[in-house]
Nanobody, 118 residues
Framework: QVQLVESGGGLVQAGGSLRLSCAAS????????MSWFRQAPGKEREFVAG????????SYADSVKGRFTISRENAQNTVYLQMNSLKPEDTAVYYC???????????WGQGTQVTVSS
């Protein structure tokens, strides 16, 4: 069974950057897409970014296009989310997921908190 562990969250000022990581362990995550979602207090979990197994296809929510970049290193069983020009509205718990397609989830990580101060 695959386990996903996120890291890299923290407190940053508006305009700053953070890089989130999600490491998969247990079984290989071969052939599956990986995605990042986020959930702010009082709001539903929303899709942020996703990447295909090959890395050749990526997708982003409109709210993060041009600011966030998703990437993966399959040899390291890891997916990354580089977040630049952060805004207070990016504050949320960020979760990575593993699924058959981008924006789907058969497995979730435990989440990592990102807080952007104004």
């Amino acid at each position: 069974q695959v386990q996903l562990v996120e890291s890299g969250g923290g407190l940053v000022q508006a305009g700053g950057s953070l890089r989130l990581s999600c490491a998969a362990s247990g079984r290989t995550f071969g052939g599956q897409a990986m995605s990042w979602f986020r959930q702010a207090p009082g709001k539903e979990r929303e899709f942020v970014a996703g990447i295909s197994w090959s890395g050749g296809v990526t997708s982003y929510a409109d709210s993060v296009k041009g600011r966030f970049t998703i990437s993966r290193e399959n040899a390291q069983n890891t997916v990354y989310l580089q977040m630049n020009s952060l805004k207070p509205e990016d504050t949320a718990v960020y979760y990575c997921s593993l699924g058959p397609r981008i924006a789907t989830a058969n497995r979730w990580g435990q989440g990592t908190q990102v807080t952007v101060s104004s």
